[in-house]
């Protein structure tokens, strides 16, 4: 006897009769250039555009032995699911995951707009 790997247990997924039409991305307007990568208002694009910017970031550990925290430094790095800020006075690195964020702010004006957008 041959066994499946793949599909356990005899399950074999029903087969499409026709596949769907992929997604086309609308034409930007006319005179933008097409190859420019616009991000949307998520928090961590917004975070990337003011990279070495003073930010104190709030966290809540909630259930834990921490409880909340404040973390203050230069906004170095901002990606999905993490934050990299390093305290300016101590130059202690820290990698915060934002999962935990509660909000984040800025002693000066925030860039919020792309400039190629």
């Known amino acids: 006897?041959?066994?499946n790997y793949q599909f356990p247990y005899g399950f074999v997924p029903p087969v499409r009769e026709s596949f769907p039409q992929q997604f086309t991305p609308p034409h930007p307007p006319s005179g933008q250039n097409p190859y420019l990568y616009t991000e949307q208002s998520y928090i961590e694009n917004i975070l990337r555009l003011n990279r070495g910017k003073i930010a104190t970031v709030y966290m809540n550990f909630e259930g834990?032995?921490?409880g909340s925290k404040i973390f203050?430094?230069?906004?170095?790095?901002?990606?999905?699911?993490?934050?990299?800020?390093?305290?300016t006075q101590t130059n202690v690195?820290?990698?915060?995951?934002?999962?935990?964020?509660?909000?984040?702010?800025?002693?000066?004006?925030?860039?919020?707009?792309?400039?190629?957008?």
């Open 93 to 117: 690195y820290y990698l915060l995951l934002t999962i935990y964020l509660s909000y984040v702010a800025f002693d000066e004006e925030i860039d919020y707009e792309y400039p190629f957008s």
């Open 1 to 3: 006897m041959t066994v």
């Open 64 to 66: 834990s032995q921490w």
């Open 72 to 87: 203050k430094g230069e906004l170095l790095e901002a990606g999905k699911d993490h934050i990299v800020l390093r305290d």
